[in-house]
């Protein structure tokens, strides 16, 4: 590993984001404060154990050592800093607008603690553009002591994926930096040259990829930086159901969504990923962002009808599992569904947005039985979903059993090398409605329906209202 120069470096809010970000620059050789104002949350860094689920971290955070440390306190964390990172939550409100009263919050405490030797604070949470500019603003009016030009406020958003947050974070596609101070851009970048040179040694577990060279950096103006994040997410979650928009057609047409995905994606004006048709998509990020992208036009007076298309799809698919039960099952009332997967996508805990909540609600709603079960995300769901009325299974095999029909939520790798023929013979009916595309081939007397393709197993439109068993 070539020498780095090492940076004090404070992070504020240590959530799924945080951690990720902290660990990543305490592994480069940076000196890490991690800093939450949740208790338990520090508490349990500081015996080392992680508060959430993200593969690798926990082995990435041994190797860092003593580099990094945590705490509950603005004081001990942010005046030697040289750089401050908000990474707090900015959850959406009814109307679509983020709500930022955690970001100012944060901008107060660290304005608070600031100690006048040139310190930048950099926004990474998903803020609208303008937020940059109001941090800089809450900082100069809450400073004790002001300096002009010893603040620098950049914005540098986050793009890694739970679930691969690790591999994100060591080797991101590009490296945002957005602002207006050019000494501020330029220590971000000093910061982030271990990354941008790719001069770290990769840990054993998460090793380089071979074609992977280095990320591209980006640097622009405040406001551009805040816009690229948005729009990102955006546009990725307008691929998303623009895939689910043909998979609905292609059920209709008698014609596979795989297989035109696999057609349209060879364009490299197009590209493969992120055309996955199914439950639509769901997590912490893209409702927020693309509904707070909206909102922002509202803002001005804009509309925006592709990413308002966009948001309607998905609304519409996350009732495709229900219609599918419907078609076979009739009514729903008095039959037990099996749920396989809660968390949003496989890899994490997180249950934010997850389509599997609305599915359960809706079940329960035209009463059904739900037991549900998730790899990882079930201790998290009984604190988080205790509103739902659902059982929980110990196993995918014990959620089957007795069941009416199964829904596949989440393509857990775990439901991908289930004996799906010995689970679907505990059923009571065998019905699979796979929305994630984990079962191959039709188990005996079972009906796997999936999404934009025909089913597996029986005539795509045989009605099943007796069962097939
Ligand atoms: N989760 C993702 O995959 C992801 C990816 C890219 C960007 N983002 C963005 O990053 C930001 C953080 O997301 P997250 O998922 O990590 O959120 P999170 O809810 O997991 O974590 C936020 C943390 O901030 C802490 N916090 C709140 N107020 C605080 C304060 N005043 N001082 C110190 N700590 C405080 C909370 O206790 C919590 O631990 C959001 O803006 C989000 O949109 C998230």
């Not at 955070?61 to 603005?74: F, I, K, N």
């Not at 980006?218 to 043909?246: C, D, H």
């Not at 804009?302 to 009732?319: E, G, K, W």
């Not at 009463?367 to 998290?380: C, F, K, L, Q, S």
């Given at each position: 590993?070539?020498?780095?120069?090492?940076?004090?470096?404070?992070?504020?809010?240590?959530?799924?984001?945080?951690l990720g970000?902290?660990?990543?620059?305490?592994?480069?050789?940076?000196?890490?404060?991690?800093?939450?104002?949740?208790?338990?949350?520090?508490?349990?860094?500081?015996?080392?154990?992680?508060?959430?689920?993200?593969?690798?971290?926990?082995?990435?955070?041994?190797?860092?050592?003593?580099r990094?440390?945590?705490?509950?306190?603005?004081?001990?964390?942010?005046?030697?800093?040289?750089?401050?990172?908000?990474?707090?939550?900015?959850?959406?409100q009814a109307?679509?607008?983020?709500?930022?009263?955690?970001?100012?919050?944060?901008?107060?405490?660290?304005?608070?603690?600031?100690?006048?030797?040139?310190?930048?604070?950099?926004?990474?949470?998903?803020?609208?553009?303008?937020?940059?500019?109001?941090?800089?603003?809450?900082?100069e009016?809450?400073?004790?002591?002001?300096?002009?030009?010893r603040?620098?406020?950049?914005?540098?958003?986050?793009?890694?994926?739970?679930?691969?947050?690790?591999?994100?974070?060591?080797?991101?596609?590009?490296?945002?930096?957005?602002?207006?101070?050019?000494?501020?851009?330029?220590?971000?970048?000093?910061?982030?040259?271990?990354?941008?040179?790719?001069?770290?040694?990769?840990?054993?577990?998460?090793?380089?990829?071979?074609?992977?060279?280095?990320?591209?950096?980006?640097?622009?103006?405040?406001?551009?930086?805040?816009?690229?994040?948005?729009?990102?997410?955006?546009?990725?979650?307008?691929?998303?159901?623009?895939?689910?928009?043909?998979?609905?057609?292609?059920?209709?047409?008698?014609?596979?969504?795989?297989?035109?995905?696999?057609?349209?994606?060879?364009?490299?004006?197009?590209?493969?990923?992120?055309?996955?048709?199914?439950?639509?998509?769901?997590?912490?990020?893209?409702?927020?962002?693309?509904?707070?992208?909206?909102?922002?036009?509202?803002?001005?007076?804009?509309?925006?009808?592709?990413?308002?298309?966009?948001?309607?799809?998905?609304?519409?698919?996350?009732?495709?599992?229900?219609?599918?039960?419907?078609?076979?099952?009739?009514?729903?009332?008095?039959?037990?569904?099996?749920?396989?997967?809660?968390?949003?996508?496989?890899?994490?805990?997180?249950?934010?947005?997850?389509?599997?909540?609305d599915?359960?609600?809706?079940?329960?709603?035209?009463?059904?039985?739900?037991?549900a079960?998730?790899?990882?995300?079930?201790?998290?769901?009984?604190?988080?979903?205790?509103?739902?009325?659902?059982?929980?299974?110990?196993?995918?095999?014990?959620?089957?059993?007795?069941?009416?029909?199964?829904?596949?939520?989440?393509?857990?790798?775990?439901?991908?090398?289930?004996?799906?023929?010995?689970?679907?013979?505990?059923?009571?009916?065998?019905?699979?409605?796979?929305?994630?595309?984990?079962?191959?081939?039709?188990?005996?007397?079972?009906?796997?329906?999936?999404?934009?393709?025909?089913?597996?197993?029986?005539?795509?439109?045989?009605t099943?209202?007796?069962?097939?068993?």
């Amino acid at each position: 590993m070539r020498e780095i120069k090492p940076f004090k470096v404070a992070i504020v809010g240590t959530g799924y984001v945080g951690l990720g970000t902290a660990i990543m620059l305490a592994y480069l050789g940076h000196d890490v404060v991690g800093l939450d104002v949740d208790a338990a949350k520090v508490d349990m860094l500081r015996r080392g154990q992680l508060p959430i689920y993200e593969p690798g971290l926990a082995e990435l955070m041994q190797q860092a050592g003593e580099r990094l440390r945590w705490t509950t306190d603005y004081a001990e964390a942010i005046p030697e800093a040289d750089a401050i990172f908000i990474c707090v939550g900015t959850p959406p409100q009814a109307d679509g607008r983020p709500d930022l009263k955690y970001v100012a919050e944060a901008a107060r405490c660290i304005a608070r603690n600031l100690n006048g030797k040139v310190q930048v604070v950099v926004n990474k949470s998903t803020v609208p553009v303008g937020t940059g500019d109001w941090v800089a603003r809450l900082i100069e009016d809450n400073a004790l002591e002001y300096h002009a030009n010893r603040y620098f406020v950049v914005s540098n958003p986050e793009f890694l994926r739970e679930g691969t947050a690790v591999h994100d974070s060591l080797y991101p596609d590009r490296i945002v930096v957005g602002g207006e101070h050019e000494e501020g851009v330029k220590r971000l970048v000093e910061l982030y040259a271990p990354l941008l040179e790719q001069s770290f040694e990769a840990p054993e577990f998460a090793p380089r990829p071979q074609a992977y060279t280095r990320p591209a950096l980006v640097t622009t103006s405040l406001g551009s930086a805040e816009m690229i994040k948005y729009a990102a997410n955006a546009f990725l979650a307008l691929k998303i159901s623009f895939a689910n928009e043909v998979a609905n057609l292609c059920e209709h047409v008698d014609a596979d969504i795989e297989e035109v995905v696999r057609g349209i994606g060879c364009d490299a004006r197009i590209g493969p990923r992120f055309l996955a048709a199914g439950a639509g998509w769901g997590g912490s990020c893209f409702g927020k962002d693309t509904a707070a992208l909206i909102s922002t036009g509202a803002d001005y007076g804009y509309d925006m009808p592709i990413l308002q298309a966009a948001v309607t799809v998905n609304t519409r698919q996350r009732h495709v599992a229900i219609t599918k039960l419907q078609r076979h099952l009739r009514r729903l009332k008095g039959k037990r569904v099996a749920v396989l997967g809660m968390a949003f996508k496989p890899g994490t805990d997180d249950l934010r947005d997850a389509p599997a909540y609305d599915c359960i609600a809706r079940l329960v709603d035209l009463g059904a039985t739900v037991v549900a079960h998730d790899p990882i995300a079930m201790d998290r769901a009984r604190r988080e979903w205790a509103n739902l009325e659902y059982e929980e299974a110990p196993t995918a095999q014990a959620a089957l059993k007795g069941a009416d029909a199964v829904l596949v939520m989440t393509e857990w790798q775990e439901y991908k090398d289930l004996d799906w023929s010995a689970a679907c013979r505990l059923m009571r009916n065998r019905l699979v409605i796979d929305l994630r595309g984990v079962v191959t081939s039709a188990p005996a007397a079972t009906v796997v329906e999936r999404v934009g393709r025909p089913s597996l197993g029986a005539p795509q439109d045989t009605t099943l209202a007796e069962g097939v068993a």
